[in-house]
């Protein structure tokens, strides 16, 4: 059985959105965002049930707890540590739904920081990886850690295991990220479900040279061999489709400067990457316009690659 | 037309010997090796003839100006550039044949370093590749970089793109190398040709985050992450076959240190790397023992990665 710290009634959390994938890095890189994120409070009661209180987003999401991301890691979490309360959960998700942004993510991580507050010897971040990772299973059928572990430890990370975690922290250069979410739904499992189980040496070879040019980039601070990687021959072309307009909308977002763009997660959000906050602002401003020309409606965000991971908010 | 240097009468060239995949990078990553390479040694002749004098190999090579790969480039050589001379070829082969250590490359690339020393105005490194590459393909029917990038410029290169040719110079970690040569015949374009045209995404997953981790490994003078990474999901399980006992040799490496074992290039020699030279003699002796178990014979050489590429030896 383990202990609760006895002064907690209430925790809120806080859970950044991510970026998965980034073009060159399907499955093992993502990165967290600043300013936009999920908030979860934990509020205690004695009936030892758990329950969803209330979700605050404009969209509709399953109440039923073992059908909703945060409820149901908050349920097994307190299963498997023998936690004896049960909670009640009011979930702000304020990530659009199936929008690539890694929002079943950030809730179940946003659950897991706050529940783990109400313990007087909480788990460490690797720990709750696990029980995240459950959540995801939940979302979209399969245990993907490349929204998870950005949305916990914060950063640009390579998932280079899931089993046993091990988590690379690659250097933050200081670049302007565009996210840009087309108001399209695009199910994370029907994106999943499209793509070939096959892929042809030649292009992974090519695709393979991209990574590691990439990381290189990174690690040497080299905005022109970054720039000239950031690029997904795999996957994206697979996906392209799923935003009408797609190439038009990249040319814009390159010919206004971007280092790269791609598809955020399995999409349908859009990530770029910007020199600067001036560039980053005309990139964001280009694509929009695209979309426009193509009907369709989006919201944009523009941030640094957040150090930050999922942080408790607030306890009462 | 391309003016000679008058005083130029011969000049000998020394490439080394190169180990190309380095497991993770199929294609693209290599590195130079100390203190095995072959010599080629170029004499100006007056009647403008390009002729093969002697070939130093305990190996039957053709004499045959267009089906040696030296000979060949510099045929190449002086009809694109225009070189108004003749030249007798001498060829001292250290580099085992078909051996996968870089053999035809470093032929190849020594006979350009020399032709290029008779010019006044000498190409630059990069301006030679495409003669080299030219050299491969009458070797092995395709272009690749990936021996002889490392071969001309040195150090452990990512070949990032080939058309047009980018090269990233990785950190060069302070560890030792181990080739063995196994007495076997493994000629390259039979070990292509074996290779599967298609891959299981989720194997190509898998070996991009070891690839990734990898290079990051590099940077970081990680030796604990490089050897949880250098391991190669996708080529060496279809060409394993190639060396009787290979997984033997392999666990054998393993368990007398090594960070990593597999094949160089295309086989039949293998690389691995070790922390330092005491390690790099044990675990050597280890898998010159297990050859010996199945019957093999085998060469062996410790060196360190060499940041120096092919040179000129001796001007006359």
Same mark, same amino acid.
Request: contains cysteine.
């Given at each position: 059985?383990?202990?609760?710290?006895?002064? #907690?009634?209430?925790?809120?959390?806080?859970?950044?959105? =991510?970026?998965? @994938?980034?073009?060159?890095?399907?499955? !093992?890189?993502?990165?967290?965002?600043?300013?936009?994120?999920?908030?979860? =409070?934990? =509020?205690?009661?004695?009936?030892?049930? !758990?329950?969803?209180?209330?979700?605050?987003?404009?969209?509709?999401?399953?109440?039923?707890?073992?059908?909703? =991301?945060?409820?149901?890691?908050?349920?097994? %979490? +307190?299963?498997?540590?023998?936690?004896?309360? &049960?909670? $009640?959960?009011?979930?702000?998700?304020?990530?659009?739904?199936?929008?690539?942004? &890694?929002?079943?993510?950030?809730?179940?991580?946003?659950?897991?920081?706050? +529940?783990?507050?109400?313990?007087?010897?909480?788990?460490?971040?690797?720990?709750?990886?696990?029980?995240?990772?459950?959540?995801?299973?939940?979302?979209?059928?399969?245990?993907?850690?490349?929204?998870?572990?950005?949305?916990? %430890?914060?950063?640009?990370?390579?998932? $280079?295991? #899931?089993?046993?975690?091990?988590?690379?922290?690659?250097?933050?250069?200081?670049? +302007?990220?565009?996210?840009?979410?087309?108001?399209?739904?695009?199910?994370?499992?029907?994106?999943?479900? !499209?793509?070939?189980?096959?892929?042809?040496?030649?292009?992974?070879?090519?695709?393979?040279?991209?990574?590691?040019? %990439?990381?290189?980039?990174?690690?040497? @601070?080299?905005?022109?061999?970054?720039?000239?990687?950031?690029?997904?021959?795999?996957?994206?072309?697979?996906?392209?489709?799923?935003?009408? &307009?797609?190439?038009?909308?990249?040319?814009?977002?390159?010919?206004?400067?971007?280092?790269?763009?791609?598809?955020?997660?399995?999409?349908?959000?859009? %990530?770029?990457?910007?020199?600067?906050?001036?560039?980053?602002?005309?990139?964001?401003?280009?694509?929009?316009?695209?979309?426009?020309?193509? @009907? !369709?409606?989006?919201?944009?965000?523009? $941030?640094?690659?957040?150090?930050?991971?999922?942080?408790?908010?607030?306890?009462?």
């Amino acid at each position: 059985m383990n202990l609760l710290r006895d002064s #907690v009634h209430a925790v809120t959390a806080f859970a950044p959105a =991510t970026c998965a @994938n980034v073009a060159v890095g399907f499955d !093992i890189l993502g990165f967290a965002i600043d300013g936009v994120g999920d908030c979860v =409070t934990l =509020t205690r009661r004695e009936d030892k049930q !758990i329950v969803i209180d209330a979700i605050d987003s404009p969209a509709t999401l399953p109440l039923d707890v073992d059908k909703n =991301t945060a409820s149901g890691v908050v349920k097994k %979490f +307190c299963q498997e540590l023998k936690i004896d309360t &049960g909670f $009640s959960i009011r979930i702000s998700k304020g990530i659009p739904l199936s929008s690539g942004m &890694g929002g079943s993510a950030a809730s179940a991580v946003a659950a897991l920081i706050a +529940c783990n507050a109400f313990l007087s010897v909480p788990l460490s971040a690797s720990e709750l990886v696990p029980y995240a990772l459950f959540g995801e299973e939940i979302a979209s059928g399969q245990q993907h850690a490349d929204n998870i572990v950005p949305c916990i %430890f914060g950063g640009f990370t390579l998932v $280079s295991s #899931v089993e046993p975690l091990e988590v690379v922290q690659l250097p933050l250069m200081e670049f +302007c990220c565009i996210l840009v979410h087309p108001h399209l739904l695009v199910p994370t499992k029907e994106a999943r479900k !499209i793509l070939k189980e096959q892929l042809p040496l030649k292009d992974c070879i090519k695709q393979s040279a991209h990574l590691a040019a %990439f990381i290189a980039a990174l690690y040497k @601070n080299d905005i022109r061999l970054l720039k000239k990687n950031l690029t997904d021959l795999l996957i994206e072309p697979q996906r392209a489709h799923f935003v009408p &307009g797609f190439y038009k909308i990249k040319d814009a977002a390159l010919k206004a400067g971007a280092l790269g763009m791609s598809f955020s997660g399995s999409g349908p959000s859009l %990530f770029a990457f910007a020199k600067n906050e001036v560039e980053a602002v005309r990139i964001c401003a280009a694509m929009q316009e695209q979309l426009k020309a193509e @009907n !369709i409606d989006s919201d944009s965000w523009i $941030s640094s690659i957040s150090q930050y991971g999922a942080r408790v908010q607030e306890i009462t």
